[in-house]
């Protein structure tokens, strides 16, 4: 079945291709709904779009590997019971907005080795590969900006995740070779070179997925607001929670729930270290940065309580372990992968002890990537 499907992508005659990567962050998580700065980049793992134009009106998207193609028209575009078609109805359904009357009838097919759910952010790499192609097919003249903020609104209304501006930005801006310390309050970015001095980033997947990721992640978004709701009432001068210092959160430590205090104290830390990290970086220093990201992990863990067992495991696992500078806990949370800072010549090594380990302990089978820096979107 996978053959056939593979073949028919093979043989599709396309007018444009584009590949969209996922993406990694660094550190700064969760932080981008808050104003905060966070440190992702695009990754060599895509998703690969064809498209061409069609006579009729008559929208068709594929998925390899996916059941239910997409069958819809411009005039008809209805939330799904299918979710995946979700994300491109919603992109579908900006673009529309912003560019009326120009969308005509094609067809798309796309195969992905990008795992699904992983916190990898396949789904702005579906999104944006998505309206990129659509862009350039239908020569729509939108820009990567118009892109990256249509596509995080499709991902709110019509997929459902209040997510921040982070995933869809690293998916068009990332850079080889780079991270982007992108600022999410003036949505601009600075590169950091990806200096790590013979280490690689490995993505764990735990292969969990505990289906509260979506809840969740709208649940924090809401204690987010409601603690710098409360503490606004005093100190309206602070716009993001992000922004807010250790000293004054702890002036409401009594005020606030203690799982909004919680999220607070994480949020402000948590941008802390992404400042940090970019100075490590710099200064070629990845023992430091390796332990803000365990650091990250405790807060993720203890104050946004975002993790699992299966992540804390893994990230424990890797403590004391000399070729191991740095893990924590990426994405969402509740299942998806760690990222490790591993020394070269230690990964072998050291997948093959913690596969071992994982399986042992939850009878799950870990998929490890070993990852490299990416550019953006791209027109093949
Ligand atoms: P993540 O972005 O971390 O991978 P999400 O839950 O945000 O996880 O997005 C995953 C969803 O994106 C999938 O459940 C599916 O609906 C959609 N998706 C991702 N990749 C594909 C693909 N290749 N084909 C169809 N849908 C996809
Ligand atoms: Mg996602």
Redesign the pocket.
């Known amino acids: 079945m996978q053959a056939i499907k593979l073949g028919k992508f093979l043989n599709f005659t396309a007018e444009i291709e584009v590949e969209s990567p996922?993406r990694i962050n660094l550190i700064g998580e969760h932080i981008d709904y808050n104003g905060g700065f966070v440190l992702p980049t695009a990754i060599d793992k895509v998703?690969h779009f064809k498209l061409k134009k069609r006579k009729d009106n008559l929208i068709h998207v594929e998925?390899?590997?996916?059941e239910n193609p997409l069958k819809t028209e411009i005039n008809n575009l209805n939330k799904s019971a299918i979710?995946?078609h979700?994300?491109l109805i919603g992109v579908l359904h900006y673009i529309n907005l912003l560019c009326p009357n120009k969308i005509q009838g094609f067809d798309c097919i796309?195969?992905?080795n990008?795992?699904?759910?992983?916190?990898?952010?396949?789904?702005?790499?579906?999104e944006c590969g998505f309206a990129k192609g659509v862009n350039e097919l239908l020569k729509l003249n939108l820009s990567n900006q118009d892109i990256i903020s249509l596509c995080q609104r499709a991902?709110h209304d019509f997929?459902g995740?209040k997510?921040g501006i982070m995933?869809q930005y690293a998916v068009i801006n990332g850079l080889e070779n780079h991270f982007l310390l992108l600022n999410c309050q003036k949505i601009t970015h600075k590169l950091v070179p990806a200096q790590l001095l013979k280490h690689k980033i490995v993505l764990l997947n735990t292969n969990i997925?505990h289906n509260l990721?979506?809840s969740e992640y709208n649940i924090r978004t809401k204690e987010c607001q409601s603690a710098l709701n409360c503490i606004q009432v005093k100190y309206p001068e602070y716009k993001f929670l992000c922004d807010v210092p250790l000293e004054i959160i702890n002036e409401f430590k009594t005020n606030l729930p203690s799982n909004h205090y919680k999220r607070a104290v994480f949020t402000s830390e948590e941008n802390q270290r992404t400042l940090k990290a970019v100075n490590f970086l710099k200064d070629g220093d990845v023992v430091q940065l390796g332990n803000l990201l365990y650091s990250s992990h405790k807060g993720l863990r203890d104050l946004y309580e975002v993790s699992c067992k299966e992540l804390d495991f893994l990230v424990e696992f890797t403590r004391n372990i000399s070729s191991i500078k740095g893990a924590r806990m990426m994405?969402?949370g509740f299942g998806?992968c760690t990222l490790n800072i591993v020394k070269e010549d230690y990964i072998t090594h050291f997948i093959n002890d913690i596969s071992e380990a994982y399986l042992k302990k939850f009878n799950i089978k870990l998929t490890p990537h070993i990852v490299k820096t990416n550019n953006g979107v791209k027109v093949l």
């Open positions: 996922g998703i998925s390899i590997g996916f979710s995946w979700n994300y796309f195969k992905s990008l795992p699904v759910g992983s916190g990898i952010s396949s789904s702005a790499a579906l991902e997929a995740t997510c995933d997925s990721s979506t994405g969402g998806g």
